[in-house]
């Protein structure tokens, strides 16, 4: 069977004329986290869309696990920058939604939902309300329910860029010892460089008007890079080489 769960095939786009994606061809294989890093305006987000089929591209397709899905939604799950968790409805009762979605009664969505609660770090909370947590835990609590649509591939978009330095960076940490714990292969979009970096297996570099794949890095392997590794000469060699493409973009 073909490792290979994403591929984005030579997709083009404009607004109103304006060309914005050129020719963006990119691959995730089962389990990876790539990321899609790119300035703003770079057309990040208008990418995310075309993949979680909101948008049409103007050529080019999507597929996943070797099917054409372009303009297809449904097929991924994605989450936006904000948690954007109900505040009416508990913790429970948030991550329990695509469950309810799919037709299954309250109680056994919400039994359901117990021992992955534990598992993201918010064991406890199911009868709280988002507005009693913090950033970190809405937004642990916000990814839960993106894994719980029960797709293989989850869109992420600056998941973590409204939280503050520490909280972002004990996030980091947490995301990539959670995702050892469920199969969940992973596309996150972002400008920050440095989160890429430490949470990447691959980077893929938006530059360029239009924008186009301007590289694509392969990182050492999760298990050999260490908590220190954003102190290393070979993270800051990425950095300096992707911020080098950034700048001429
Ligand atoms: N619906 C639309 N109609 C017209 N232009 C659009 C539309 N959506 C996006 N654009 C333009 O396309 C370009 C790319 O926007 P996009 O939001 O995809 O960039 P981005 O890399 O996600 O930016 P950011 O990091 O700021 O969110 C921008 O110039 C934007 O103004």
């Known amino acids: 069977m073909s490792r290979i769960l994403l591929e984005v095939a030579h997709v083009s786009k404009k607004f109103d004329q304006q060309p914005v994606l050129a020719d963006i061809s990119l691959k995730i294989d089962h389990g990876e986290i790539v990321a899609l890093l790119g300035i703003s305006g770079s057309g990040k987000t208008t990418?995310?869309?075309?993949i979680a089929g909101l948008l049409a591209c103007d050529?080019?397709?999507?597929?996943?696990?070797?099917?054409?899905?372009?303009?297809?939604?449904?097929?991924?799950?994605?989450?936006?920058?904000?948690?954007?968790?109900?505040?009416?409805?508990?913790?429970?009762?948030?991550?329990?939604?695509?469950?309810?979605?799919?037709?299954?009664?309250?109680?056994?969505?919400?039994?359901k939902?117990?021992?992955?609660?534990?598992?993201?770090?918010?064991?406890?909370?199911q009868a709280q309300y988002p507005a009693a947590l913090s950033g970190g835990m809405r937004q642990r609590a916000?990814?839960?329910?993106?894994?719980?649509?029960?797709?293989?591939?989850?869109?992420?978009?600056?998941?973590?860029?409204?939280?503050?330095?520490?909280?972002k960076r004990n996030m980091h940490q947490w995301y990539l010892d959670v995702i050892q714990q469920i199969d969940l292969t992973t596309l996150l979009v972002t400008h920050d460089i440095?989160?890429?970096?430490?949470?990447?297996?691959?980077?893929?570099?938006?530059?360029?008007t239009p924008s186009r794949i301007?590289?694509?890095?392969?990182?050492?392997?999760?298990?050999?890079?260490?908590?220190?590794?954003?102190?290393?000469?070979?993270?800051?060699?990425?950095?300096?080489q992707i911020l080098s493409l950034l700048a001429g973009a």
Do not use: C, W
Request: proline share 5%.
């Open 47 to 50: 990418l995310f869309n075309i």
């Open 59 to 111: 050529q080019g397709q999507v597929l996943l696990a070797g099917e054409d899905v372009t303009g297809q939604s449904g097929q991924v799950s994605y989450m936006l920058q904000k948690d954007l968790l109900l505040p009416f409805r508990t913790i429970a009762g948030n991550v329990a939604l695509p469950l309810l979605l799919h037709g299954e009664n309250k109680h056994a969505a919400y039994q």
């Open 113 to 125: 939902v117990l021992p992955y609660l534990e598992t993201f770090g918010l064991a406890g909370t």
């Open 142 to 167: 916000a990814l839960l329910r993106t894994y719980l649509f029960g797709k293989p591939l989850a869109l992420l978009d600056e998941p973590f860029s409204a939280l503050d330095e520490i909280t």
């Open 194 to 208: 440095d989160e890429a970096l430490v949470l990447a297996d691959r980077i893929y570099v938006l530059a360029g």
């Open 214 to 240: 301007a590289t694509e890095l392969k990182l050492p392997a999760r298990a050999q890079r260490g908590q220190d590794f954003e102190l290393t000469p070979t993270f800051v060699d990425f950095k300096r």
